[in-house]
């Protein structure tokens, strides 16, 4: 029984160091494997055979040890070392790495598998993908960029594919302008040299006066017998503002058209603000009317930069075939005054489109400790065809600063162009300040918008809880997805799945998904790696031990099978 039991119990030892052998290999094989756990092998003793379970002490005798023979050992359990691999520097945004006890999901052919290995690159359907083509869960976002938090996707980062604008909501205007300048008195005034009338031949004295509701079919100067249009004339407009050309605008006659549409047009093309609290000239309201004299008078706004002047040249018309000039002499009565500045700008509507606002300004009153700029906003990218879009007024305190009304909103239609209308937009003018020089008088510029034309995405990075922000060539940030990790309550219990990932197994728990910094998961580092946590030393040592227990337990069966051979020559 004695030698019998010695050969098996070493025969037992072979096997087990055969299997720490094994299990050293493959550590030392994966030393090199990003993401990798190194395994031990733990040992426990197998039962004993029992010789004598020993005596109590009497009085004649002090008692006796029990009498065991060992049956050797066997392995107890082959645990995994989830401690913290190295964390080294890539040169990639897709490579991850966890500091912290979580693991990142990727979906296999048979459900969601589980990694620590973050060598993570972009397939050609712009997934983020495994080196074995496995694709990173996390969640995605919505069409409006936010966190799609109630289930998990597959991760998307559509490089060069993905194009988005920003509409302009924030205008900052900048620069300074000379409170102590001239204060505005008035705005022009012109009126037409001809009288109109609504009959051919017709006069003014004779009762015949056009007005708003004259049909331009039947508009002629006083005392003419030839209509100034005729149906089927496009009459085009271009005035000039403050010594700017206008954009021009045009007018198709036919035979409803009525001389009001025509005094419309040219009010909304000069970008007349009235109402509310904008100055009157002698207690009428800025804008284009035709008086009881046949005559058309144009009021403008105050300002310098506001002052209008309408030529002979600035009415055209064609009927497809010739055109001609339109001879509507004006003369001015008085020239808009007083300091003022304008600049233009552009903001972006929600599809990224380029739309020219116009912003001038002039000073409207001052006192004592205070004075009061006028501001007028316009834009010939509006979608109807009032160049009109807001008007208000800012004041600096006794320092240059803006006291009341720093910001304030305006409103820009878009109809018809497919993008959001209409735009809100808040303009700032706190930065302005109120201190000049004569010299250098009043000047405005845009501080800054924060709308964008289209831009692509082309390049991304990704922060410490996973999130993922796309950065677009136009300057646009927005959130693409975020990484998810997942925890386990026994993580010794996954089942090793190959590709460095490992399967959920029955004493592992379930996977409890968490976002990376939350519940012990740890945090993620882009632009890095986790290396094997194999230790090359240790594993050479552990490798010596095994080898010479191995070679122990060779020695030991080597010898019985000597004295085997002995007793069987003795009984010859």
Do not use: C, W
């Amino acid at each position: 029984m004695g030698l019998t039991s010695a050969l098996t119990t070493s025969l037992n030892g072979l096997a087990l160091n055969e299997q720490t052998i094994d299990v050293i290999g493959n550590n030392i094989a994966n030393a090199g494997t990003n993401g990798y756990k190194a395994s031990n092998v733990l040992f426990q003793t197998q039962l004993s055979r029992t010789l004598s379970v020993g005596s109590r002490p009497t009085t004649g005798n002090g008692g006796t040890n029990p009498k065991q023979i060992g049956l050797g050992a066997n392995s107890a359990a082959i645990v995994k070392d989830f401690t913290q691999g190295s964390i080294t520097n890539s040169a990639s945004p897709s490579d991850l790495a966890i500091q912290g006890d979580g693991f990142f999901i990727v979906s296999g052919s048979d459900g969601n598998v589980y990694t620590r290995a973050g060598n993570f690159n972009l397939s050609s359907e712009d997934s983020l993908v495994t080196p074995a083509g496995l694709r990173v869960q996390g969640y995605g976002v919505d069409e409006d960029f936010n966190l799609v938090t109630t289930q998990l996707t597959d991760i998307e980062i559509p490089l060069g594919d993905l194009t988005v604008a920003q509409q302009t909501r924030n205008v900052e205007i900048s620069g300074a302008v000379l409170s102590t300048g001239s204060v505005s008195t008035q705005g022009t005034t012109l009126s037409s040299q001809d009288a109109f009338v609504n009959t051919a031949g017709g006069t003014v004295v004779g009762g015949d006066t056009a007005s708003g509701t004259t049909l331009l079919t039947d508009l002629y100067k006083d005392g003419d017998t030839t209509a100034l249009f005729n149906a089927n004339d496009v009459i085009t407009f271009t005035p000039r503002k403050g010594g700017r050309l206008l954009e021009p605008q045009t007018l198709a006659v036919t035979a409803t058209t009525s001389l009001a549409e025509l005094l419309t047009m040219m009010d909304q093309t000069l970008g007349i603000h009235s109402g509310g609290d904008v100055p009157t000239e002698g207690g009428s309201n800025p804008g284009i009317t035709i008086d009881a004299n046949g005559l058309i008078q144009v009021i403008g706004n105050r300002g310098s930069v506001n002052d209008i002047s309408l030529t002979l040249g600035d009415f055209t018309k064609t009927d497809g075939t010739t055109s001609a000039t339109v001879e509507i002499p004006f003369s001015k009565n008085q020239t808009a005054d007083g300091e003022s500045s304008i600049t233009d700008f552009i903001v972006y509507d929600s599809l990224g489109q380029e739309v020219n606002v116009k912003l001038t300004t002039y000073l409207e009153s001052r006192d004592s400790t205070s004075s009061t700029f006028r501001y007028f906003l316009e834009s010939n990218d509006d979608s109807d065809a009032d160049v009109v879009l807001a008007n208000g007024s800012f004041v600096f305190d006794g320092v240059g600063e803006v006291s009341s009304g720093a910001i304030q909103q305006f409103s820009i239609d878009r109809n018809n162009t497919a993008a959001v209308s209409p735009m809100q937009i808040n303009i700032d003018f706190s930065t302005l300040t109120g201190i000049s020089t004569t010299s250098a008088g009043s000047a405005i510029t845009l501080q800054s918008q924060d709308g964008s034309s289209p831009g692509s995405l082309s390049r991304f990075v990704i922060d410490e809880t996973g999130v993922i922000n796309g950065i677009f060539d136009n300057g646009i940030i927005r959130t693409l997805g975020q990484v998810v990790l997942a925890r386990f309550s026994n993580p010794q219990g996954l089942l090793d799945n190959g590709n460095t990932t490992f399967l959920e197994g029955v004493s592992s728990g379930t996977p409890f998904l968490v976002t990376a910094g939350n519940f012990g998961a740890g945090t993620i580092r882009s632009g890095s790696i986790e290396l094997s946590n194999t230790d090359i030393g240790r594993n050479l040592v552990d490798l010596i031990v095994s080898s010479t227990n191995y070679r122990g337990n060779a020695r030991v069966i080597d010898s019985v099978q000597r004295l085997v051979d002995e007793l069987l020559l003795l009984g010859r």
